[in-house]
């Protein structure tokens, strides 16, 4: 299975991007990406990754940290097999590599992730 995010860019403070990540693979349908749940990470410079939002298979439940609660919302098109962040009010603090992930949600809003993908770069100037 492979991960792909895009979307990324420069915006300023304040601005909104969306992201996307679409998933493929040889034998990959959009039947099999409705059985994973998906989830939005980051990694800022000189900082380790956090989730930013995680989806159920089904999109019924979302999970959002607190740092992007109320700016940030996770949607996904099983049909397309592609999950999306819409980001808000962005922030210089929120400049990172965004990338997506597939697997399992957890107790905790954790996601066991199987599979990771490429990240996508978005770069919020005050």
């Known amino acids: 299975v492979q991960l792909q995010a895009s979307g990324g860019g420069l915006v300023q403070a304040g601005g909104s991007l969306r992201l996307s990540c679409a998933a493929s693979?040889?034998?990959?349908?959009?039947?099999?990406?409705?059985?994973?749940?998906m989830g939005w990470f980051r990694q800022a410079p000189g900082k380790g990754r956090e989730y930013v939002a995680l989806?159920?298979?089904?999109?019924?439940?979302?999970h959002y940290a607190d740092s992007v609660k109320g700016r940030f919302t996770i949607s996904r098109d099983n049909a397309k097999s592609t999950v999306y962040l819409q980001m808000s009010s962005l922030k210089p603090e929120d400049t990172a590599v965004y990338c997506c992930?597939?697997?399992?949600?957890?107790?905790?809003?954790?996601?066991?992730?199987?599979?990771w993908g490429q990240g996508t770069l978005v770069t919020v100037s005050s």
């Open positions: 992930a597939a697997g399992q949600l957890r107790v905790g809003a954790q996601l066991m992730a199987d599979y």
């Open positions: 693979g040889r034998t990959f349908s959009s039947y099999d990406f409705s059985s994973y749940d």
């Open positions: 989806i159920s298979w089904n999109g019924e439940t979302t």
